[in-house]
């Protein structure tokens, strides 16, 4: 599913932890324009579990993950 969205914008969570990823999509979503889909990359196992009730709250829908060589992107629509 996650291997054909192409993504209008990035946003490098790599190295943050917890509260800071869930925060900086918060603050990403609200710039971004409805329809769009956000890949936000991460390495905190933490987001794994918030990222679905946290875009929603933001929003946004979540659209599932994909993981890389030593991170995770995730994958938001903008609502």
Do not use: F, H
Not at 2 to 22: A, F, K, Q, V, W
Request: one cysteine or more; hydrophobic letters at 30%.
């Amino acid at each position: 599913m996650t291997e054909n969205i192409t993504p209008d914008e990035t946003l490098d969570c790599r190295g943050l932890s917890c509260p800071m990823p869930m925060l900086k999509l918060k603050k990403a979503l609200k710039s971004m324009a409805p329809g769009t889909v956000l890949e936000m990359m991460g390495t905190d196992p933490g987001t794994t579990n918030d990222i679905e009730l946290g875009a929603k709250k933001q929003g946004g829908e979540y659209l599932g993950n994909k993981e890389a060589e030593g991170y995770i992107s995730y994958y938001i629509r903008k609502s």
